[in-house]
């Protein structure tokens, strides 16, 4: 995740199933969450205007095997740095 300074010492909150609803990010703003992880299949990025519908990777979403080509994901990644 690329730090805009967030979650450095606060409370990090994943989904149950992924699923959240307006009031849900209400709750965790409330609560003072840093920041909320969805179930969505994506490279995360984190800034104040997703930090309550950070996506992720599934390891499902990852290679199996240590010898495996890269797969997308990796390819992405790769070509941010």
Known sequence: MKSMGCCKDGV???YPYGAFND???ALLTEK???AA?????GLATC???NR???PRLDTND???SCCAD???WTADVMDEQ
């Open 12 to 14: 990090v909150f994943s």
């Open 23 to 25: 009031d849900t990010v």
């Open 32 to 34: 003072r969450v840093e």
């Open 37 to 41: 992880f969805t179930s969505r299949c």
């Open 47 to 49: 800034n104040k205007e």
């Open 52 to 54: 309550f519908t950070i």
């Open 62 to 64: 990852l290679p199996k």
């Open 70 to 72: 890269p797969c997308a």
